[in-house]
C-alpha cells in the first residue's frame, strides 16, 4: 500500500490515521505544483486529480478524497470509528462537515492574489465552524475517549488554522495538544520533516 502524499497538506489525516491503525504503507511525497512523485512519476496518472491524497491499495486500486480514504482505513481497523448503530453515520457525517464547511473555506489561504479581507472573511468562517465542532468533543475527542479517524482531520484542520493566524477555540487548542502529544502523529509529523 502507498500514500502518495505532501508534506503539511490534507494528506497527514491519513498519514496520521494509517500509523493509529497500525497498518504497513510506504509513503511517496509529490509535488503539486509539477505533479510529480519524488521518483519523477507524473502523479496525474496515479490521481487524475492532480492532488493529494491517494492511497494505491495492494490489489491495484487507488482511493482518492480524504472522506473515502479516512473511511476505508476505520473499515480496516473499528477502533478507529465511533461505535453503535449509527457510529458509521456519524463518521461519515463529520468527515463531510470537516471536508466541505472547514477544509475549502480555507482556500483564500492557499490562492496566490487572495486579498486580506478575503483571508479575513475566510478566518471568521471558520472560526464558527470549528466552534461549532469544538462542541462535539466528549471525552477527549470528537467521539468520546479514544481517538477516530476524524480527529486526524481536524487535528490538520487545527495546525493550518494556527499558522494562518486563524482564531481557534480553547476547547480545540487543547485537543491539538493531546493530539500532538500520540506516537502516531509525532512519527508522522517527523516522516513529512514537520515535527
Known amino acids: 500500500m502507498i500514500l502518495y502524499l505532501a508534506p503539511g497538506a490534507c494528506s497527514l489525516a491519513d498519514h496520521i490515521a494509517l500509523h493509529e491503525a497500525g497498518l504497513a504503507f510506504d509513503r511517496v511525497e509529490v509535488d503539486l505544483k509539477d505533479y510529480t512523485t519524488e521518483d ?66 480555507f482556500k483564500p489561504f492557499f490562492t496566490p492574489g487572495s486579498t486580506d479581507a478575503e483571508k ?31 480527529d486526524a482531520y481536524l487535528y490538520v484542520m487545527l495546525t493550518w488554522a494556527r499558522k494562518n493566524g486563524v482564531e481557534i477555540p480553547p476547547a480545540l487548542n487543547a485537543f491539538a495538544d493531546r493530539m500532538n502529544a500520540r506516537p502516531a502523529v509525532q512519527l508522522a509529523l517527523k516522516h513529512e520533516g514537520l515535527a
Request: proline letters at 5%.
Open 40 to 105: 519523477g512519476r507524473d502523479f496525474t496518472q496515479i490521481n487524475p486529480k492532480g492532488y493529494v491524497p491517494a492511497l494505491a491499495l495492494d490489489d491495484g486500486g487507488v482511493l482518492t478524497e480524504n472522506i473515502a480514504i479516512l473511511s476505508w482505513i476505520a473499515d480496516q481497523a473499528p477502533k478507529l470509528a465511533p461505535q453503535g448503530d449509527l457510529g458509521r453515520y456519524r463518521l461519515l457525517e463529520t468527515l463531510a462537515f470537516i471536508s466541505t464547511e472547514i477544509h475549502k473555506s
Open 120 to 150: 479575513a472573511k475566510a478566518g471568521e468562517a471558520i472560526t464558527r465552524r470549528l466552534g461549532l465542532i469544538a462542541g462535539q468533543l466528549d471525552g477527549g475527542y470528537l467521539f468520546g475517549p479514544e481517538v477516530s479517524v476524524a
